[in-house]
């Protein structure tokens, strides 16, 4: 199947959940911009919150950069799924800056449990990636 096809099935509302993942892991590896294109938009507009949670693991996988920061921020802020929301933290913590680990940090104190713990291992992957960058300039 080409892109242009996995991307197709993956936005069909009628294609299944588990087939869309099987694409997202597809698209994850191609990792060009029209993948990542199309997992914003299927993090943006799938009803299935695993389908959107996977989307978002990919996306983090992927590390495309400061425009999906920004997006998973808006993502954090808008979407009702706790387990779309832990998978977005945890993809900042992965591919975000130092500056990203203030907005994580206002959800240590989410009451949602999960989430807590999404942001401090966000903060925590960060903080890892930020020592280790000091030590390569340091090099």
Do not use: W
Not at 113 to 123: D, L, N, Y
């Amino acid at each position: 199947m080409n892109q242009e096809q996995l991307i197709e099935e993956t936005l069909n509302i009628q294609t299944p959940s588990y087939l869309k993942i099987a694409h997202i892991f597809e698209l994850m590896n191609i990792a060009d911009t029209k993948s990542i294109q199309t997992l914003h938009r299927v993090i943006q507009k799938d009803t299935c919150e695993l389908v959107r949670h996977e989307a978002i693991f990919a996306l983090g996988e992927m590390a495309p950069g400061r425009d999906s920061v920004g997006f998973l921020k808006k993502i954090i802020l808008s979407d009702d799924s706790y387990v779309v929301q832990h998978e977005a933290l945890i993809a900042i913590g992965t591919i975000g800056e130092k500056e990203d680990i203030s907005f994580l940090e206002s959800f240590v104190t989410h009451p949602d449990f999960e989430i807590q713990c999404s942001a401090k291992i966000g903060i925590q992957r960060l903080t890892q990636k930020q020592g280790f960058e000091d030590k390569i300039k340091n090099n």
